[in-house]
């Protein structure tokens, strides 16, 4: 369905971003909607706040075909 908007995105530069809630909490989804975005040439972006429960390779993964990662700090704590 996203390749049906490749005009609008190719003449905006644009391309897809993955979002909230936390979109690292479905890792497994985005990296593999990512991974088709990329074969057809679409730009990926991943909108964050970092939340992590614990190491995740399938993270690595996501990572590797994530063109841009857009980390929303939403506290900073002196104590961590």
């Not at 897809?16 to 991974?35: C, K, M, N, P």
Request: with cysteine; net charge negative; aromatic share 8%.
């Amino acid at each position: 369905e996203v390749v049906t908007y490749r005009h609008f995105m190719n003449a905006s530069g644009g391309g897809v971003t993955a979002s909230g809630g936390e979109a690292i909490l479905q890792a497994e989804f985005v990296r593999d909607w990512f991974r088709a975005c990329k074969k057809e040439g679409i730009h990926t972006c991943l909108d964050t706040n970092g939340f992590v429960r614990r190491y995740d390779p399938v993270i690595d993964e996501l990572l590797e075909v994530t063109d841009l990662v857009m980390l929303d700090l939403k506290q900073m704590n002196d104590e961590i």
